[in-house]
Each structure stands twice: as C-alpha cells, then as structure tokens.
C-alpha cells in the first residue's frame, strides 16, 4: 500500500470548490479524466454510490465513505479492477485569498503513481475560475 499527497492553490472562493466537489455533475467541469459520472444522490454522502466514467469508454465504481462539510473533507473509494484506491479530499481558504485544496490517495503503488499526476491538474482545475 503507497500513500501519496498533492495540493494546488488558486483563485477560486473556499465555498465554490466544495461545491464543485459536493455535486458528482459537476466532476467532469474540472477533472480532464471524468467524461461523466453516474450517482445515487445528486450530492456526496457516506454511502452514494455510482460510476465515474472516463476516458475511451472505461468507467469505475466508487462509494462515498465519509463526508465532513463542516471541515470540507470527504473520502471515497474507487474500484479499479481487482483492487481500490481511496482518496481523501480537502478544502481550505488559502493564504493571502482563494483556496488550497488537497488529496491524499491510498492504495497499490502502480495505480497510486500513475493516478496523482491526473489528480494534480484536476485539483489545479478545481481551484481556478
């Protein structure tokens, strides 16, 4: 199991980039590898379920373990195959205006490194206008 940890800045109010993570519509806005995203609720909560659907036709089940708004942190695990990663997300005010967000993925090494530099510019994307 390998556990790596990336973060952006950008302009973006604290408010708009938890929204853009509280509702699965709006995934595909700022993340370049969702093409669209399938859920039981149309906000994340601990235990919405559903698909997110990428690139060349492959989609992936997830499940929302947890979600703090209060803190504006939420965990969820993505099936890849055989095997699972879990990401946990992050939003905070950052400094000097705008917002930080952050991501901690979980899982094996191989899906772990390949996924975090896709992570790194949807999370670029998330904290920009």
Do not use: N
């Amino acid at each position: 199991m390998t556990t790596l940890s990336t973060h952006a800045t950008g302009t973006v109010d604290p408010d708009e980039a938890w929204s853009r993570y509280l509702l699965p519509a709006r995934w595909s806005e700022w993340s370049p590898q969702i093409r669209s995203v399938d859920a039981t609720a149309d906000q994340i909560a601990p235990g919405v379920t559903g698909r997110v659907h990428g690139p060349l036709g492959v989609a992936v089940p997830f499940v929302v373990d947890s979600v703090d708004e209060a803190a504006r942190e939420w965990v969820w695990t993505v099936r890849v195959g055989p095997t699972s990663m879990t990401l946990v997300h992050w939003v905070r005010p950052g400094p000097g205006g705008g917002t930080t967000t952050g991501l901690r993925a979980s899982g094996p090494a191989p899906l772990i490194v390949g996924y975090l530099p896709l992570a790194q510019l949807a999370l670029q994307k998330l904290v920009r206008s």
